[in-house]
């Protein structure tokens, strides 16, 4: 998926169409066997409007898989300009190609990974084989599985977001009510405080009646006597 999304990064989508996933044919006829990682359509009759197919190599391992029955590659290639291997380093060696293929290997360029040309992909001799129909609808198919994805996505996201959005939401209501709540809480403890004060300085204020009245009584005795 790396090496594909790299593919799409090297040809731009004003200038190229770029298929994923495309097999040589659609439904599951005899003979519909290979499926080629990406392909790309120049757009602009100027380059051509030539088209490439590509098979992506994650390890070396897959890329020995390959060797083994590299005459497979035509049933896509037949149809392409030029077919390329998109390797990631080390996978591929250079003397190892099959005669007119190219290679690219992912690179860092100033901080970012893009595709370099380690072997440049010959155009293949002509006549190439014809866009025959079944062909044509596979690389259609490849382009509405794509863009049903996109939408999938893009669907899924705007969902994870209205329901993000309204998660924060209910957050900060829930904060504010908590708020609400600490500030009449700290309301009532005051109140209560306030309350058992006065009622503390009335039983005091009565006490010191109390004592007064007592304390005039007895000097009353007194100067009685």
């Given amino acids: 998926a790396q090496l594909v999304s790299l593919i799409k990064a090297r040809y731009p989508a004003k200038e190229y169409a770029v298929f994923a996933q495309v097999r040589n044919g659609t439904g599951y006829a005899k003979g519909v066997t290979r499926t080629a990682d990406a392909m790309v359509l120049s757009l602009w009759p100027s380059r051509g409007l030539e088209l490439e197919g590509f098979e992506c190599k994650s390890s070396r391992s897959d ?20 077919w390329w291997i998109v390797a990631v380093p080390g996978a591929v060696k250079t003397d190892e190609l099959p005669k007119g293929w190219g290679l690219m290997e992912p690179t860092e360029v100033k901080g970012a990974t893009k595709l370099t040309v380690i072997v440049p992909a010959p155009k293949l001799p002509e006549p ?83 004592k007064w009245a007592v304390n005039s009584l007895l000097y009353a005795a007194k100067r009685a006597e």
């Fill in 128 to 210: 190439r084989k014809p866009l025959d129909r079944n062909f044509v609808a596979a690389l259609l198919r490849s382009t509405a599985d794509a863009t049903h994805g996109a939408l999938e996505a893009t669907a899924q996201r705007r969902a994870n977001e209205m329901v993000d959005a309204e998660r924060r939401q209910w957050d900060q209501r829930i904060e504010t009510m908590q708020e609400t709540s600490r500030t009449w809480m700290n309301r009532a403890n005051e109140a209560e405080a306030k309350l058992a004060a006065r009622a503390d300085q009335q039983v005091e204020d009565k006490v010191h009646a109390a």
């Fill in 63 to 82: 890329w020995k898989r390959e060797l083994e029955d590299p005459a497979k590659a035509e049933e896509i290639g037949a149809y392409c300009d030029r």
